[in-house]
T-cell receptor, first 112, second 114 residues
Framework: GEDVEQSLFLSVREGDSSVINCTYTDSSSTYLYWYKQEPGAGLQLLTYIFSNMDMKQDQRLTVLLNKKDKHLSLRIADTQTGDSAIYFC????????????FGTGTRLLVSP | EAQVTQNPRYLITVTGKKLTVTCSQNMNHEYMSWYRQDPGLGLRQIYYSMNVEVTDKGDVPEGYKVSRKEKRNFPLILESPSPNQTSLYFCASILTLGGGNEQFFGPGTRLTVL
């Protein structure tokens, strides 16, 4: 089945690290993604990880993938107020690579 | 500049009045897709297209139509809108990468059906 779950809300202080978690059900997913949506804007691809990787680092972003537990996380180091947004994880389901199955989104609020 | 454009960005209409939301991409992608975003539900795929004149249903196609007469355009048509179609709509143009894809999203169209 296709189901991706995220917690709805996360609040952190500026300068702290943020960790946004996601669980998915489709064990055959080849790619897993993190998208960012700022208020009033579309979705921006932040990063993605191929299923044969455990970790991917890109500047302040670290993605961890635990295939056994079907758990994906996004860590943002030194979180800034500009990081306040909704973050979506997404997977490509085994029913077709032409779509993404999205989680419900985690709203990250960064306070000064 | 590579981009996906949607029009209109905001639309308020009444039940039953046919409307079309346009989507255009300049990246020469074969695949395109429409999603709707609702609070607590994330994004759900409405329809997608694999190429000109080739379209297929996504997860929530009821009440919608699409067409793909040209590669760059993929309009979403609501023949008889109803209030439960009030939502935020996103068009995506899709770059296929061996076994996966990268989706480029338009800025969104916020539709209210009264």
């Amino acid at each position: 089945g296709e189901d991706v779950e995220q917690s709805l809300f996360l609040s952190v202080r500026e300068g702290d690290s943020s960790v946004i978690n996601c669980t998915y059900t489709d064990s055959s997913s080849t790619y897993l993604y993190w998208y960012k949506q700022e208020p009033g804007a579309g979705l921006q691809l932040l990063t993605y990880i191929f299923s044969n990787m455990d970790m991917k680092q890109d500047q302040r972003l670290t993605v961890l993938l635990n295939k056994k537990d079907k758990h994906l996380s996004l860590r943002i180091a030194d979180t800034q107020t500009g990081d306040s947004a909704i973050y979506f994880c997404a997977e490509i389901p085994n029913t077709g690579f032409q779509k993404l199955v999205f989680g419900t989104g985690t709203r990250l609020l960064v306070s000064p | 500049e590579a981009q996906v454009t949607q029009n209109p960005r905001y639309l308020i209409t009444v039940t039953g009045k046919k409307l079309t939301v346009t989507c255009s991409q300049n990246m020469n992608h074969e695949y395109m897709s429409w999603y709707r975003q609702d609070p607590g539900l994330g994004l759900r795929q409405i329809y997608y297209s694999m190429n000109v004149e080739v379209t297929d249903k996504g997860d929530v196609p009821e009440g919608y139509k699409v067409s793909r007469k040209e590669k760059r355009n993929f309009p979403l048509i609501l023949e008889s809108p109803s209030p439960n179609q009030t939502s935020l709509y996103f068009c995506a143009s899709i770059l296929t990468l061996g076994g996966g894809n990268e989706q480029f999203f338009g800025p969104g169209t916020r539709l209210t059906v009264l």
